[in-house]
């Protein structure tokens, strides 16, 4: 099955800081998203990214399904950002959504 | 307007006991999923329906029985509850298939006692 790579693991940040998360993935994709687990437990979409980019808010996206990595940037991050980030994907011919093994941000006042 | 929700959202039962989990959808999407997240944050996909059929049913011990009694609805239950069983269990949604983006709900924790 596909391989999904998150880097880096875990990331502590000064409030407004900018920051880049990464996700690898080892074979073509049909979906892929970002998700935001609060320290609540609530999984929230980010965005819906299996190619190109978006941007929403302070918040960005970049998928090169061709160079099979998508990358999260983080602009003038607050408290509120902290949480564990993940990537998932749908590798091409599957019905699976794969998740990574997530990157925890920590923003501190 | 919650678009998808999973009752109960905490549930702490003693071994060898029989619990359902609920969740329901008002998304007007044609597939429904479960995830099981593990103490280590890792999540991982159970099962999935499309229109009340079966579409994915990972490796998962037959203790877990996915049913689905309309499009809207997915509910699992959980014969003979092991301690291992104890983690946080997602439902999510997608218009379509797995292609389309998928919506969670707030998860259920389980814990066996």
Redesign the interface.
């Known amino acids: 099955g596909i391989q999904v790579e998150q880097s880096p693991p875990d990331l502590i940040l000064q409030e407004g800081a900018n920051s880049t998360l990464r996700c690898n993935f080892s074979d073509s994709v049909?979906?892929l998203?970002w998700?935001h687990?609060n320290p609540w437990?609530?999984?929230i979409?980010l965005f819906?990214i299996p190619s190109g980019t978006k941007q929403n808010g302070r918040l960005s996206a970049t998928t090169v399904a061709t160079e099979r990595y998508s990358l999260l940037y983080i602009s003038s991050s607050q408290t509120t950002d902290s949480g564990?980030y993940?990537c998932?994907v749908?590798q091409g011919g599957?019905?699976?959504?794969?998740?990574g093994?997530?990157t925890k941000l920590t923003v501190n006042p | 307007d919650t678009a998808v929700s999973q009752t109960p959202k905490y549930l702490v039962t003693q071994m060898g006991n029989d619990k359902s989990i609920k969740c329901e959808q008002n998304l007007g999407h044609d597939t429904m999923?479960w995830y099981k997240q593990d103490s280590k944050?890792?999540?991982?996909?159970m099962f999935?329906y499309n229109n009340k059929e079966l579409?994915?049913n990972?490796t998962v011990p037959n203790r877990f029985s996915p049913k689905s009694p309309d499009k809207a609805h997915l509910n699992l239950h959980i014969n003979s509850l092991e301690l291992g069983d104890s983690a946080?269990y997602?439902c999510a949604s997608s218009l379509v298939?797995?292609?389309?983006?998928?919506?969670?709900g707030?998860?259920t924790?389980l814990t066996v006692l």
């Open positions: 049909n979906n998203q998700f687990q437990g609530q999984l979409n819906y564990v993940f998932a749908v599957s019905e699976k959504l794969v998740f093994k997530g | 999923y944050k890792f999540l991982k996909i999935s579409i994915i990972e946080v997602f298939s797995s292609y389309n983006e998928q919506f969670f707030p998860g924790r």
